[in-house]
């Protein structure tokens, strides 16, 4: 496997106010996930992402790339023993897959992320 880019995901202060500002900057389209607090950004080609309120109410606004892995759990393990910080320890997204959220030793953060049909 090559682990790219699979997923970028916003975390804004202002879902409703982000959504309009890139649906209309690129022409995306946006979809609401029914029970959850996220829309899904559908871009065409390339990598998507997601949008939600920034879980980290402190921090600036930021978008959070998501790399694919075989083993989301194995390479969790792998980055901290590497020097890495977990930030969100595996969980699981019912029916889509499972994802953490590391900090590298540099302090730049990124996600894992394997989805459900590779466990």
Partial sequence: MANPFVHIELHTKDVEKSKKFYANMFDWNMEEITGMEYTII???????????????????????????????????????????????????????????????PTGAAFGLWQPKAMK
């Avoid at 559908?42 to 600036?60: C, I, L, R, S």
């Avoid at 759990?73 to 910080?85: D, E, F």
């Fill in 42 to 104: 559908k871009v065409g080609e390339g990598t998507g992402g997601g949008m939600m309120k920034n879980p980290m109410p402190g921090d600036p606004d930021n978008w959070l790339p998501y790399i694919l892995v075989d083993d989301v759990a194995v390479s969790t393990k792998k980055a901290k023993s590497l020097g890495a910080v977990i930030a969100k320890d595996v969980t699981e997204v019912p029916d889509m897959g499972w994802f953490s959220v590391i900090i590298d």
